[in-house]
């Protein structure tokens, strides 16, 4: 199951690197569109506080046949609290303040901290991936070019520049939205390698009661 989880923590340094650049519009008509389309999303999802929403996590390797599947859940409490849980095939967890990312697995079945004080890398990190789960897509202009794929749902496709370091291991990213507009529907990572990862999101809940244990690393067992 080791290797389940190191592909998992693979996945949101990924996910790490996309939101650490953001990403630069288009020319034309199509940049006004996409600014338009992105303002708008930010205030469809600005009313939330929080959310819970279970995920499919889907990873094709280029060199083997199979697909890497795993299933959770993940937390979001605005504006800067977010676990992510693994409960099948492997037990892991992540939680994430604006002190602190906290982890655990059931293979060492031990919890591990790295303080956020003092580290800006760690806080920008933070910083960006709330900002992506959270919708606050327009912030995320600076350093991608953008195309709209599809208008209904919406869908979008993120490349890196040739400046971009992300553009080292991200061929490109694309986004789904909802058909309501409110959150993701799922996020795909083309990787330079050929590896691709598919992040579904499903049964989305908008400012739900959390559980004490909800923003925990250490399972219930």
Not at 38 to 57: I, M, P
Not at 64 to 71: A, D, E, L, R, S
Not at 121 to 147: A, E, H, I, M
Request: proline letters at 3%.
């Amino acid at each position: 199951m080791k290797i389940n989880k190191i592909f998992f923590i693979s996945c949101l340094f990924t996910c790490f690197l996309f939101l650490f650049a953001s990403s630069t519009l288009t020319a034309g008509d199509e940049a006004a569109d996409i600014t338009e389309m992105l303002r708008r999303l930010g205030e469809n999802v600005s009313a939330f506080k929080s959310l819970k929403t279970n995920f499919v996590q889907e990873k094709d390797l280029a060199i083997f046949q199979n697909k890497i599947v795993m299933k959770g859940r993940i937390y979001l409490q605005k504006p800067n609290r977010m676990a992510w849980h693994v409960d099948e095939p492997v037990k892991y967890s992540v939680v994430i303040t604006d002190k602190s990312i906290r982890q655990w697995d059931e293979d060492t079945n031990r919890v591990q901290e790295i303080g956020l004080s003092g580290n800006p890398v760690f806080q920008n990190v933070l910083n960006q991936l709330t900002v992506w789960f959270s919708g606050d897509y327009f912030s995320l202009l600076k350093d991608y070019n953008v195309r709209i794929l599809k208008k209904s749902p919406l869908s979008f496709e993120f490349t890196p520049k040739e400046n971009n370091v992300a553009g080292k291991i991200i061929k490109n990213i694309t986004i789904g939205l909802r058909e309501d507009e409110r959150y993701l529907q799922q996020i795909k990572i083309l990787e330079i390698s050929g590896d691709s990862t598919i992040i579904i999101f499903k049964d989305t809940v908008f400012d739900p009661p959390f559980d004490s244990l909800d923003f925990e690393v250490k399972r219930r067992v």
